[in-house]
């Protein structure tokens, strides 16, 4: 019995937590992705190969990957100049707005 509870205790923090790192404005996050769209694409799915698909992403890893650019943690020279300048508030809602599109729901491109 004790060790349910404290499954169950666990379960809801990382579901709590994840919830938390999701916290943008998708339609905000749209306004917000006009310089994305040069690679990435109007729909998210990348303008050719060599560029990530980010529709359906999940939210919590964009923003964890956004975060990582913006700090130099994560390295690549286009994404770093966009990113440094990035809020949490405008990662959350980056990362909102390419989760809610269609798209990304196998490690394939389909496009």
């Known amino acids: 019995m004790r060790f349910a509870t ?3 205790t ?3 923090a990382l579901a709590g937590s994840s919830v938390a790192l999701a916290d943008g404005d998708p339609a905000i996050g749209k306004t917000k992705a006009a310089p994305c769209v040069a690679c990435h694409g109007e729909d998210g799915m990348g303008i050719a190969p060599n560029y990530p698909v980010l529709a359906g992403q999940h939210a919590d890893y964009m923003a964890h990957a956004l975060r990582q650019y913006r700090s130099g943690d994560r ?3 286009i994404m770093a100049g966009f ?7 405008d990662i959350e809602d980056l990362a909102a707005w390419f989760a809610s599109l269609d798209g990304l729901d196998t490690a394939v491109r389909t496009k």
């Open 6 to 8: 404290i499954a169950s």
């Open 10 to 12: 666990a379960l809801l």
């Open 75 to 77: 390295k690549n020279a």
């Open 83 to 89: 990113a440094t300048s990035l809020s949490d508030a």
